[in-house]
């Protein structure tokens, strides 16, 4: 199975400030990456596809690069409705594995 | 709109069955590949099965090989979760979630996100 890891597992920052979330492969999965977020007592939401496909509806300050085995997910300047938590998923092969969470606050 | 309802979560035992249901409505549900995501108290995502848009292929996290099976109705547009000899580990959110249309991996699955979540399903598990 294909491992995902995620760094940092939380961060803190203040509003405004460009916040990025990094995602690794295990091996490497093309551009088959898919970024959820996931508000308390909420299901997961999908913000980005395909590494750098952002949904229809999500702001634009949310983007997402990388291909291979490494990634990011950026906030470009957060806002005190993006605390949550932040998984990354790859779907380039069967099964699907997520990484462990990245848990963003607002200072 | 695209809506997913779970239902038939509870309390259970260990060693015991349930089954999970996932009613879908507002697209076109044969035309899908469905899964099942669990998330245990305070942990992170856990994928669990994916099914084929029409049933034929099947596919299960080694967690529940064996004892978990997912099926699908496609005349009745739901997914469903049966989960036999159940432990104390399985306590979680169920989810289910549809697949974005999208190129086929190895096992013949897309490789699209996970575009639409129902609300979850409680399972607890209690001895």
């Known amino acids: 199975d294909i491992q995902m890891t995620q760094s940092p597992s939380s961060l803190s920052a203040s509003a405004g400030d460009r916040v990025t979330i990094t995602c690794r492969a295990s091996?490497?999965?093309?551009?088959?990456l898919n970024w959820y977020q996931q508000k308390p007592g909420k299901a997961p939401k999908l913000l980005v596809n395909?590494?750098?496909h952002l949904q229809s509806g999500v702001p634009s300050r949310f983007s997402g690069s990388g291909s291979g085995t490494d990634f990011t997910l950026t906030i470009s300047s957060l806002q005190p409705e993006d605390i949550a938590t932040y998984y990354c998923?790859?779907?380039?092969?069967?099964?699907?594995?997520f990484g462990q969470g990245t848990k963003v606050e607002v200072k | 709109q695209v809506q997913l309802v779970e239902s038939g979560g509870g309390v259970v035992q260990p060693g015991r069955s349930l089954r999970l249901s996932c009613a879908a409505s507002?697209?076109?549900?044969?035309?899908?590949?469905m899964n099942w995501v669990r998330q245990a108290p305070g942990k992170g995502l856990e994928w669990v099965a994916v099914?084929?848009?029409?049933?034929?292929?099947?596919y299960y996290a080694e967690s529940v090989k064996g004892r978990f099976t997912i099926s699908r109705d496609n005349s009745k547009n739901t997914l469903d979760l049966q989960m036999d000899s159940l432990r104390m580990e399985d306590a979680a959110v169920y989810y289910c979630?549809?697949?974005?249309?999208?190129?086929?991996?190895?096992?013949?699955?897309?490789?699209?996100?996970?575009?639409?979540w129902g609300q979850g399903t409680l399972v607890t598990a209690s001895s």
């Open positions: 099914i084929s848009y029409d049933g034929n292929k099947k």
């Open positions: 507002g697209f076109t549900f044969s035309s899908h590949t």
């Open positions: 979630a549809t697949t974005q249309i999208d190129d086929y991996d190895y096992s013949g699955y897309p490789r699209g996100g996970f575009d639409h």
């Open positions: 395909a590494a750098s």
């Open positions: 998923q790859q779907s380039y092969n069967t099964p699907r594995t």
């Open positions: 091996q490497s999965i093309d551009i088959y």
